[in-house]
Structure formats: structure tokens, C-alpha cells
């Protein structure tokens, strides 16, 4: 078996200072710090090799391996440049070159891996190869911790490689390379044999030796055998976990220190605390009876979450309207809000505010954000978000969570509608309780958001409220 190169260190340079930052604000306003999210400088694994050779298995035994679920398979093959009407004719007679890197669009490639590595939403083209072009769509990759980036030029492009943590070339035998590329072509992309043949021997083989082959010299690790080099696999695994392990612990030192710059802050004036009337007391009142049945504490408690959506609606903007009234002649001028407002449920505790948001905004549209804290590290993670295309043209984006203790979570959520176009002073926290130092250190990376809180209480008080309320 070849010897395999060794794996050079890989640095971790994803955690921004968190010092807060002079804004220069006289208005009264905290100032503001900075946060990366865990899924900011994403690990990107590069993984070239001929076309035959087993490097799309190799990145799903490398998924498999690992048993993360922030992993994302991106091939180059969805770069293909957009062919002339003369280009696309020569394509279907198996007479274009699709094997140098002239075909690559390695710009928007960059592009793309450059978001991605900033933890930034990407829209990824879907190229057709019955059609031998981009389709009208797209795919979005979004927050992975690693991604796996493979094509035949995948180390190929020195901005690419710039970006690259691990660079791994998948070695196998022509021979064999060329029987899988026969099998994938007829069988996956309806081509010919004799076209598959004409193409091997015409742009494949040599630019195999002209292109490829020399990106040998640049990688970490070369793979003789695919997956069936268990060693490799294992290897390029323990790399990995290795790089998240640093890359959280970076992320809860980060949080702590967020914590401590923020601890001696003022409470922000976009903290909106719910007036606390009788009859709001009267119903915290009943909530907290240990003895409470079931039924009527989502009765009351559906009664405070329509007040706490009432008050995160009265900050967003409205326009003057006017309605004809049921008495015949008469009019009434009136306000309605201006644009469409949406609201976004933190799973699985931001699903009891709903039935209050249903009865103040009865068509308000709903997404879904699932974060839950790590049990073994302390971290919170994103599993899961689905989101409105049209979010970032909202007039207000609600953002529903019943309990905040640490801010972890909630600045996680935030980041996430940041980073799909939702500007900052558009966007509402609405939460029944919330601790101190969560508040600050949430208001002070994200000074512009609102929050609409009922209770303030105790820091790191456990999440009740929607045990209680569901049951379960």
C-alpha cells in the first residue's frame, strides 16, 4: 500500500474577540460585541482524484465515519460553466472537454466556499448533465461544521486551497476508473457507451495526466483503495473530531467571556418588560401554583401569550387605512400593518406562544428553528431551521422562545435570521422569562433587536414552562 502522506496541524481561527467595540453611540444604546456562531469557519475537507476514482464514496464512508449530523457533501460538478448554443451542440456529440479546468466556474465556487467558511447562507446552482446545463433553481447549504468539497480539481485552485483544512486525493486504477465512469454514465446520466469511450479517451485520460494528477503533490493524504482503506478513514475521522473538539471548547470560552464583558451593563431601553397590572400579576400568580391543573395553566397562560404578542407588535411599522364601517355611509380611519410579519418558533418551547400569536395574528406565517443544547459539552446546536424564502422582505420577524436563561440559544436563533437577510432592528424576541445576564449578553452582540419579556428572574433557571404546558 502507498504511504500516506502526514496530516499537517490544522489551526483554529474561527473565534472573533469578543471585546466589546466603541460605536460611538450617544444615544443611550449598549454597545456593541462581536459573536461567531459554531458553524463560522467551517472545516472544509477537499477530496480530489480522477473521474472513476471513488471520491463521492469515499466522502459518504467519510460521513459515515464521523457520525455528525453537520456534514455536507459539495460537488464541483454543480460549477459547471454554462455552455455557448455551440459548446452545448459539441457536448451532446461527446466532443466537449469537460475534464479541464476551463469547464469550472471556480469564481463563484470560491465565492460560494468563501460564505460558507463565514457561516453565511449559500445558494448552490443545480447543473443537469442529461442537459448538459444549470438549471432555474438552486440548493442552499447552510451552518455545517464540515463540509466536504470533491471533484476531479477540488486542489486544484489556490484560493480553494487557501480554504481547505484537510486535502486528501482518492488513488485508484485507471482501469477501474474507467469501468465505474462506463457504469455512472450509462446508468445515472443516460450517455452511451461508445460517447463514454470517445470522451474517456479524447479529454479524460489526458488531462488526467496533465490536470489532476499533479494535484497529488498538494495533498495531505493520499487514499490508495477508496473505502476500503479503513486506516484512512479512521484517520481522517480522528482529525476532524479533533478540530470540532477545539472549535467548541473556542465557543463556550467565547460565551463565558460574553458573559463577563456584559455582566456590568445596563439593561438595553429595547428590553420591553410587560407592565406588571393585577392582572398580569394575577395570572404569574396562578401559573406558579404547583397545584395547578394542567387545563387552566394553558388557559392562563395562552392569555399572557396573547399580551406578549400584543406588545411585540406595537414597535413595527403600520400605515393609515381606511374601512368602510357596518353603519351605511360611515367610515372609519384606521391602521393596518404595513407589509407581511412573520414570526419564527424555537422547538420545541417557542410552540406553546403560538396559540397567543394565532389569536393576534391570525395569518401569520410560521418557521421553525430547532436548537438544543449539547449534553455533553453545555453548547447549544442548530439541527434544524425552516424559514420563509421571502423572510428577509418582512416588515417584522417575531421570534419565539418562552424561557431564555444564558442567551446561548438565543443569540444562535438571532444569527440565524442575520444570516438570511432578516435586518437586525426588524427582528423581536418575544420570551415569558428571561435571565439577567442572558438579556445583556444578548442585547450587547445584538443591540438593535427587541425583546418583549413578562418576567425577569433568577440567571440559569431551568426550562419549565413548557413541560407544564405540553404535558410532557
Known amino acids: 500500500m502507498e504511504a500516506m502522506k502526514e496530516l499537517s496541524p490544522t489551526t483554529s481561527n474561527n473565534v472573533q474577540d469578543m471585546t466589546m467595540v466603541d460605536s460611538s453611540n450617544h444615544t443611550g444604546r449598549l454597545d456593541r460585541a462581536h459573536y461567531s456562531p459554531p458553524w463560522a ?52 456529440r461527446n466532443e466537449y ?48 461544521h464540515v463540509l466536504i468539497l470533491e471533484g476531479i480539481f477540488a486542489l486544484h485552485d489556490q484560493r480553494v486551497l487557501d480554504m481547505l483544512d484537510l486535502k486528501i486525493f482518492a488513488d485508484a486504477e485507471p482501469d477501474l476508473c474507467l469501468s465505474r465512469r462506463l457504469l455512472r454514465d450509462v446508468r445515472e446520466r443516460g450517455r452511451d457507451i461508445e460517447g463514454c469511450i470517445k470522451q474517456w479517451f479524447s479529454f479524460v485520460k489526458p488531462n488526467y495526466h496533465k490536470y489532476v494528477e499533479p494535484q497529488r503533490n498538494v495533498a495531505d493524504l493520499i487514499v490508495p483503495r477508496g473505502i476500503e482503506n479503513k486506516v ?38 429595547n428590553v420591553i418588560v410587560l407592565d406588571p397590572s393585577k392582572q398580569v400579576r394575577g395570572i404569574n400568580t396562578r401559573l406558579m401554583e404547583p397545584g395547578l391543573d394542567r387545563e387552566d395553566f394553558v388557559f392562563y397562560f395562552d392569555r399572557l401569550a396573547v399580551m406578549l404578542v400584543e406588545k411585540a407588535t406595537e414597535p413595527l411599522r403600520y400605515k393609515s387605512t381606511v374601512v368602510e364601517t357596518p353603519v351605511p355611509g360611515n367610515t372609519y380611519n384606521g391602521l393596518a400593518l404595513d407589509g407581511i410579519v ?9 410552540s406553546i406562544l403560538e396559540t397567543g400569536l394565532k389569536r393576534v395574528i391570525p395569518d401569520c406565517r410560521t418557521g421553525r428553528i430547532l436548537i438544543q443544547t449539547n449534553f455533553r459539552t453545555g453548547e447549544p446546536e442548530l439541527h434544524y431551521y425552516s424559514l420563509s424564502p421571502e423572510i428577509s422582505k418582512h416588515n417584522g420577524v417575531l421570534l419565539l422562545d418562552p424561557q431564555m ?27 415569558y422569562t428571561a435571565g439577567t445576564q442572558g438579556l445583556r449578553r444578548l442585547m450587547s452582540v445584538f443591540p438593535d433587536i427587541k425583546v418583549v419579556v413578562c418576567r425577569i428572574v433568577e440567571d440559569l433557571e431551568r426550562r419549565w414552562l413548557e413541560t407544564r404546558y405540553l404535558g410532557c
Open 342 to 350: 412573520s414570526a419564527v418558533v424555537v422547538l420545541r418551547g417557542g
Open 232 to 269: 484512512a478513514i479512521s484517520m481522517i475521522s480522528d482529525r476532524v473530531h479533533k478540530t470540532l473538539d477545539e472549535k467548541s471548547a473556542l465557543h463556550q470560552a467565547e460565551l463565558r467571556r460574553l458573559g463577563k464583558v456584559s455582566e456590568d451593563a445596563p439593561l438595553s431601553p
Open 41 to 92: 469557519n467551517t472545516s472544509i475537507i477537499g477530496i480530489a482524484g480522477s473521474s472513476g476514482s471513488g471520491k463521492t464514496s469515499l466522502a459518504y464512508a467519510i460521513i459515515k465515519e464521523l457520525s455528525l449530523p453537520w456534514v455536507v457533501i459539495l460537488s464541483m460538478d454543480s460549477f459547471y460553466k454554462p455552455l455557448t448554443l455551440e459548446q452545448s451542440a459539441a457536448a451532446f
Open 405 to 431: 436563561s444564558s442567551g446561548g440559544a438565543a443569540l444562535m436563533a438571532v444569527k440565524v435570521l442575520l444570516d438570511h437577510g432578516v435586518r437586525e432592528d426588524k427582528i423581536v424576541f418575544v420570551t
Open 97 to 144: 472537454d469537460f475534464d479541464a479546468p476551463e469547464a469550472i466556474d471556480f469564481d463563484v465556487l470560491v465565492e460560494r466556499l468563501r460564505d460558507i467558511k463565514a457561516g453565511k447562507k449559500a445558494d448552490i446552482p443545480v447543473y443537469s448533465f442529461e442537459k448538459h446545463a444549470r438549471l432555474d433553481k438552486s440548493t442552499t447549504i447552510y451552518s455545517p
